[in-house]
């Protein structure tokens, strides 16, 4: 069964303190692994697409890497405006819907 | 300029009511999705449309009814609140329904039925 697991839960983070959030997943064929982040009362904000192993991206203090079980958002010197949910998303399932992780929720406090 | 926007944002009802949440995305893309985000923040996939046509039909009750009049827009219909549906309803689209494509979100809709 297609599945994204997403670790930790919740992170806590000072003002700086750079570190990785995890998405470990299971598809039969990936068709793209995307990263998400949602504010809260907001809908989700698209940050990222990957496609292959080995790919990477980056954007701002934000960057994205790819293995063939996991993706790692890493977050360098993070500011509190950084705060949310990050989600973890890959198309998978009987039908090819895009399937959630259950995010990692970031705090990053001054 | 909105891209993907909702209406209402709240919606407070009572059980047995019928009410419909509205889509509209200003992105040009061919496909558009309705999800559940329930209490514990997991989002869902319920409906997928391409080109006013329907492309995925996850397990919902039947009490929910998309409708897309033109592929600018899908709006959902939900006939017999239950307590269970009180949720946030996220619209989103996509350039296309082939894989590998990314989705962009509306603001959501905050369901509450009492």
């Known amino acids: 069964e297609d599945q994204v697991t997403q670790s930790p839960e919740a992170l806590r983070l000072q003002e700086g303190e750079s570190s990785s959030l995890n998405c470990s997943y299971t598809?039969?064929?990936?068709?793209?692994l995307f990263w998400y982040r949602q504010d809260p009362g907001k809908g989700p904000e698209f940050l990222f697409t990957?496609?292959?192993a080995g790919e990477e991206k980056e954007k701002e203090r934000l960057k994205a890497t790819l293995t063939k079980k996991e993706s790692f958002l890493h977050i360098t010197a993070p500011k509190p405006e950084d705060s949310a949910t990050y989600l973890c998303a890959l198309y998978g399932g009987s039908q090819g819907n895009l399937i959630f992780g259950k995010g990692t929720k970031l705090s990053v406090k001054p | 300029d909105t891209a993907v926007s909702q209406t209402p944002k709240y919606l407070v009802t009572q059980m047995g009511n019928d009410k419909s949440i509205k889509c509209e995305q200003n992105?040009?893309?061919?496909?558009m999705y309705w999800y559940k985000q329930d209490s514990k923040k997991f989002l869902k996939i319920m409906f997928s449309y391409n080109n006013k046509e329907l492309i995925i039909n996850e397990t919902v009750p039947n009490r929910f009814s998309p409708k897309s009049p033109d592929k600018a827009h899908l709006n959902l219909h939900i006939n017999s609140l239950e307590l269970g549906d009180s949720a946030v309803y996220f619209c989103?689209?996509?350039?296309?329904?082939?894989?590998?494509?990314?989705?962009?979100f509306g603001p959501g809709t905050r369901l509450t039925v009492t």
């Open positions: 598809v039969s064929g990936l068709r793209g």
């Open positions: 990957l496609y292959s």
């Open positions: 989103a689209s996509s350039q296309d329904s082939a894989y590998g494509r990314e989705q962009y």
């Open positions: 992105l040009g893309h061919d496909t």
